[in-house]
């Protein structure tokens, strides 16, 4: 077969695929980081896969619902179903046999050159590949650092087919999730996860939990606070997380204290007296037990029989 028949072929099917195929992506919206690095392989073929709107294809989004649309976004752009890696998964280009002989290569480009596709020819240090795309090739990990890449096909012959779908917007999203390197993900206590939107997976806490990395438990949720008082966590102090703000009458750390004058307090049907502050002794009135006096020592708005 002559290259101008392979030619052929590919306008051929390129005109039965583009104008009968409607894709859309598969797409989770939000994706939890995986322990291990995955491979992806990624089909350089027109024959699938290609989406055109940004967001109803490309992103399996409903318009009506992400609201502002910019302008950059609305283009109709043919491309591979746009890919969203985690940081330290490979990627392998598998070229289909049929474009081989058009003498391909892949270019990083900037985003303007892959919405217009290369017009002139890209340079050398663009090349993704030192060689043409033949077979299944493994993209070197320098070219997926964090960030969003834009690959392009630069042709040597043959037909231009960036514009029929030829480009692929790769984004590579790195993990914000442990406190230090070998730390458990959200410090065990929430999920990484990364929304299709976001350019990196944060933490997601489980109830009770709270912090960037899910380090905080969340004292007030066990309700520390007597005595109607409010509960408001500090993020500052380690150990002690919560900060009670008590009624005037209470104080202590759980405003479990009574202020002040020691409360006569109606089990003891008696009166109480002040040790210090916030601890105090109750006697019991004569005759309720019909001999002798009962002491009680209140602390903590807990009181313990002394003797009798
Ligand atoms: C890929 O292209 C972009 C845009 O031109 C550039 O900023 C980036 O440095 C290139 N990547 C590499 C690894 O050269
Ligand atoms: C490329 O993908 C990212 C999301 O990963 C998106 O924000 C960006 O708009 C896309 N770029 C283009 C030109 O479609
Ligand atoms: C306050 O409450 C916490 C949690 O219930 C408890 O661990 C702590 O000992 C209490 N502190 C005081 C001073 O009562
Ligand atoms: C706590 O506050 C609520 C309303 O603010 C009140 O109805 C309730 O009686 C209070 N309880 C105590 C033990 O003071
Ligand atoms: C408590 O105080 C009242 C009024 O001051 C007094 O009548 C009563 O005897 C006292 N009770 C005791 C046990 O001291």
């Known amino acids: ?5 392979t030619v052929l072929i590919v306008v051929c099917f390129l005109q039965i695929y583009i104008v009968n195929g409607q894709i859309t992506c598969e797409r989770q919206m939000t994706v939890e980081w995986r322990v291990e690095p995955k491979p992806n392989i990624i089909k350089w073929t027109l024959r699938e896969n290609i989406c055109s709107d940004f967001y109803t294809e490309c992103w399996n989004m409903d318009k009506s619902i992400t609201g502002d649309i910019s302008e950059e976004q609305n283009l109709h752009v043919p491309q591979i179903c746009p890919l969203q890696l985690q940081l330290g998964d490979s990627l392998f280009i598998s070229s289909e046999p049929s474009f081989q002989l058009l003498g391909m290569n892949l270019a990083n480009v900037s985003k303007e050159e892959f919405i217009n596709c290369p017009k002139t020819g890209v340079l050398e240090e663009q090349l993704i590949f030192v060689y043409q795309v033949r077979g299944l090739h493994q993209v070197n ?11 392009a096909e630069q042709h040597h012959k043959g037909p231009q087919l960036c514009n029929k779908g030829f480009r692929l917007n790769v984004t590579v999203k790195q993990q914000l999730c442990q406190q230090a390197p070998h730390a458990p993900l959200c410090s065990g206590h929430g999920r990484c996860l990364s929304h299709v939107w976001e350019n990196a997976y944060n933490c997601h806490c489980f109830p009770q939990y709270s912090g960037r990395f899910c380090q905080k438990f969340d004292m007030c949720s066990t309700k520390p606070c007597h005595n109607n008082a409010s509960c408001t966590e500090i993020s500052q102090l380690p150990g002690d997380s919560y900060q009670c703000t008590c009624p005037p009458q209470f104080s202590g750390k759980n405003c479990t204290e009574i202020v002040g004058q020691c409360q006569p307090r109606t089990y003891f049907n008696g009166n109480c007296s002040n040790v210090t502050p916030n601890t105090f002794l109750c006697e019991r009135n004569k005759g309720f037990t019909g001999k002798k006096h009962l002491y009680f020592l209140c602390y903590n708005s807990k009181c313990e029989l002394l003797f009798y």
């Open 1 to 5: 077969m002559s290259a101008k028949s």
């Open 141 to 151: 990990p320098k070219w997926l650092g964090v960030g969003t890449h834009y690959f």
